[in-house]
């Protein structure tokens, strides 16, 4: 063991548990690690390989004072005793000090508060702020219908891109999905992304509550070395502070475009009203932000070829449920466009002819076109889901309507019901035979190609009125 070793060794003796979890937690010391007693973890420390990692950690401040420890500085800094680079007295270990040795630090003296933005600065930086939260919206969505992947990198897969800009998120992706991410709408896990449980509140939000929750999650997440007490420095000292880490370049310059995105500072550098509060520490303040946005609107017009027009940004609760039943139109925002497959989706999800006809009727202006109520009376699908994933949906009609029955919670013995219950078995006697493990559905005539299922156990579980979910039977 060398002499430098050994006064490391005595203070990682003396040190209680909870030090020694943080202190091995950053310098990133592996749970299998070969050793046998502290002398053994006191020269792992001291290896240049170990504390490079450490250095590569440090913010400007910290390796500031640690190159000033090193060349006669006594003051010592409680970061850097924690991570082993300096003693309580403000010694610097010999071979800490000799990989310091010859290294810089950049010249700061420049680096200003953010000049706050003109007026005709902070209109556009607005519309920016409030494009961002809709095409997270638009994300959050996208998401809900399927994960998305990511390749090893852990960007976003090119077939997500493209599925992403259909949606109208053709740029920005991996950073907006950063952003919904530190938010905690988004979460990654195996290399798929998918939507929180926190999503649904946030999409039924008003687009100044959508901002100021991304704002603040943005704040939160900021590493230490770019943050000032609650608040952040001026956006320009980010890109120095990790000095010795050559990754820290990218990752500064990425915290700056999510910055330009949020609407948090402009591309010269200069600070809008509203961001000046989060950047000292303060409560986020929307009221300068909602002055120069759009007014969001309750109301669609709705046309004869089956689409709705929105007047202007619409009120995000309404938003997302016309996204249910509609698709909008890539080229134009604000133009909706209902399908077959658009009403039949949003059938899936819950929705009925009634509450469609009802959601259509209070936010339409001015009334509601007669080939509306023509074409939503048009036969629907019935899916019905075996268990292999795919579905084959066929026509559905009200007149179609079979006997259903239900277990009774009693005897256990079939009841037959007229209307289809929330949980509910084929009567023994329409039964379908055996189960071929494909999609079918319970068609308005029979066909001799309709796969059957098994005679008894088959459970039909109601996704919605006209949506119906069968799981495979299992055997006696």
Known sequence: MSTHA???????????????????????????????????????????????RALVSLPLADAAALLDATRGGAQSVLRLTALALQDPSGAVPVPVAEHVAGRTLPDTADEKPPVAA????????????????SRIADMLLVAREAPLGLLATGSLAAGEKKRLAEAGIGQDADDLRTIAEDAGLLRASERRVQVTTEADAWLSLPFADRWARLATAFREALPAGARDGDGWLPPAAWLHAYPWDPSWPERGEGLRRRALLLGLMTAAGTEPEWAAALRRGDRVDTTALERLVPAEVDRVFLQNDLTAIAPGPLQSGLEVRLRGM??????????????????????????????????LGRSRSPACPSRWRTWSGRPRSVTVWCGCGRRNPEPWSPAATRTWSRPSASTGACVRSASPPRTACWSRASAPRRCTGRWWTRATRRRSSTPRVRRSRCVVRLRSTRSLALRRPTRR
Do not use: H, K, M, N
Not at 127 to 132: G, H, K, L, N, V
Not at 339 to 355: K, N, W
């Open 6 to 52: 050994r006064p490391l060794a005595v203070r990682l003796a003396a040190a209680s548990d909870d030090e020694l979890t943080a202190l091995f937690l950053a310098r990133g010391v592996r749970t299998d690690a070969p050793w046998q007693d502290f002398f053994d973890a006191a020269e792992a420390l001291l290896e240049p390989a170990s504390i490079e």
């Open 118 to 133: 003109s007026e005709s600065e902070s209109a556009p930086i607005a519309e920016r702020a409030f494009t961002t939260a």
């Open 326 to 359: 509609a698709e909008r139109d890539s080229a134009q925002s604000s133009s909706y466009r209902f399908t077959a497959e658009s009403i039949d989706r949003a059938l899936i999800e819950g929705e009925t002819e009634a509450s469609v006809l009802d959601f």
